[in-house]
């Protein structure tokens, strides 16, 4: 596939952030709600679902493996399933553009269907391991030929019927979770996954609600085992995605940092296995208050009303790491205007995003004058104390749509402008993510 030419941009000083917004679905919903309603007999009906580069390209993989996919107007996704075992061979590479959660989790679903699939994605999806996945699937009776270092292109070639496994997640991962139990789906008997550390539960929140046999057992120690009965009958499911909180993550960072700002962000989805930076700015100082607390479609959601406020620096505990892995390089710029020394671990996972988190973040803090220090598994950040970060600097995003996003908000309270190269790669989970903001300083 072509990348796209370059888009460098800008961001100044702002005045404060004044206003009301929505923002995008939740990005683990939007992908899950249409690979089940793909996977179930009859139509579903899907609002609020994320329009981003990302889901597009589950979209996409689902329609070549034969569910029809259709947006109506209004922004309502109409979807008829083929039910669980219907999935058919896709005719070309299914293109997965810069998206780990659709690669993943569809090599999970094609792994225990009788079809063979070819995964494909760019430079930067083309980059990262998919090892972890590898494993349990290959253990399931998938056979997959991976480029060198377990990478894209690669290709899975599904056995039906798979062997029902019992798998224990060597790494705190949703992915690789979701990935097994996706392919436990049209697996006879009943798959396991045991979870020592809790991840994201978006996966089974919603194969329950889609009808699924799931049953989730703890053990005294915190031990998660999921068991998931397969060859199951998916129904059909009107579906309204929550407000992303990893997308309301920028806009809440950078309410506090600018001085006289006030927001509202609606509709924020606040399951718990996802909330960690809400309670981790909180505990820095953040006026973060939530209104309207209801629930939607078995996830809790909220408005939030975010004001600026003076951060101090803390100890992040290493244990919220899983609840908020993706918010990290928004904390970090939190944490480089904080009051005082922040320090973070734990944090290992963030060198095989969609770039090497903990390495771009340190240098690119740096470059804007805030004082890091990278460790292995996380960054020790001196804050400003409130003032101004010096800026006037060209930022390398490493086409990491949050590393883009980050920087952008750091801009908004620096001297000198921040130039982030390119800021194309937003699309992949944020496409309105600038006119909010410039909806927020008009």
């Known amino acids: ?225 999921i068991h998931i009965r397969g060859e199951a009958e998916l129904k059909p499911q009107v579906i309204d995605v929550p407000g992303d909180p990893s997308s309301a993550a920028f806009f809440i960072v950078a309410a506090l940092i600018v001085p006289g700002s006030e927001v509202t962000i609606a509709n924020v989805g606040l399951n718990p296995t996802r909330a960690g930076l809400v309670a981790v700015l909180r505990a820095m100082g953040g006026d973060i208050e939530e209104l309207d607390r209801r629930d939607v479609g078995g996830e809790p959601v909220a408005d939030l009303r975010v004001r600026h406020s003076a951060l101090k620096g803390i100890d992040v505990d290493p244990a919220v790491a899983p609840s908020m892995i993706d918010e990290f390089p928004i904390l970090f710029v939190a944490a480089a205007l904080a009051d005082g020394q922040t320090t973070t671990a734990g944090l290992d996972e963030l060198r095989v995003k969609e770039s090497d988190r903990l390495a771009v973040m340190a240098a690119g803090l740096r470059a804007i004058g805030a004082r890091v220090e990278e460790r292995e598994d996380g960054l020790i950040i001196d804050g400003s104390g409130g003032d101004t970060l010096p800026g006037g600097a060209t930022i390398a995003g490493h086409l990491d749509h949050r590393i883009c996003m980050s920087f952008a908000v750091a801009g908004l309270a620096s001297k000198a402008p921040v130039t982030v190269d390119d800021i194309a790669p937003v699309a992949t989970s944020f496409p309105n993510f600038e006119a909010l903001l410039a909806e927020l300083q008009a």
């Open 1 to 225: 596939m072509n990348d796209p030419i370059a888009t460098p941009r800008a961001f100044s000083a702002s005045a404060p952030l004044k206003g009301r917004i929505a923002i995008p679905g939740d990005k683990s919903i939007s992908h899950r709600s249409l690979m089940l309603s793909a996977l179930a007999v009859g139509r579903s009906r899907v609002t609020g679902l994320l329009e981003g580069h990302d889901v597009l390209a589950t979209a996409a993989a689902m329609r070549a493996m034969g569910a029809q996919i259709e947006r109506r107007e209004g922004g309502e996704w109409v979807i008829d399933g083929v039910g669980v075992g219907g999935l058919l061979q896709p005719r070309e590479a299914l293109d997965m553009g810069n998206s780990g959660t659709s690669t993943r989790l569809l090599m999970g679903l094609v792994a225990s269907h009788p079809i063979t699939a070819t995964f494909v994605g760019d430079a930067s999806l083309s980059g990262r391991p998919m090892g972890r996945v590898i494993d349990p699937l290959s253990a399931m009776g998938a056979d997959i030929s991976a480029s060198p270092g377990g990478r894209l292109p690669l290709m899975v070639r599904g056995l039906a019927p798979a062997i029902p496994l019992s798998y224990r997640l060597p790494m705190a991962s949703a992915q690789v979770k979701s990935a097994v139990l996706l392919a436990g789906l049209n697996t006879p008997g009943i798959t396991e996954v045991i979870e020592p550390v809790p991840t994201r539960d978006h996966s089974e929140r919603m194969l329950r609600g889609f009808g699924a046999d799931l049953t989730v057992d703890t053990d005294s120690d915190g031990t998660r085992h």
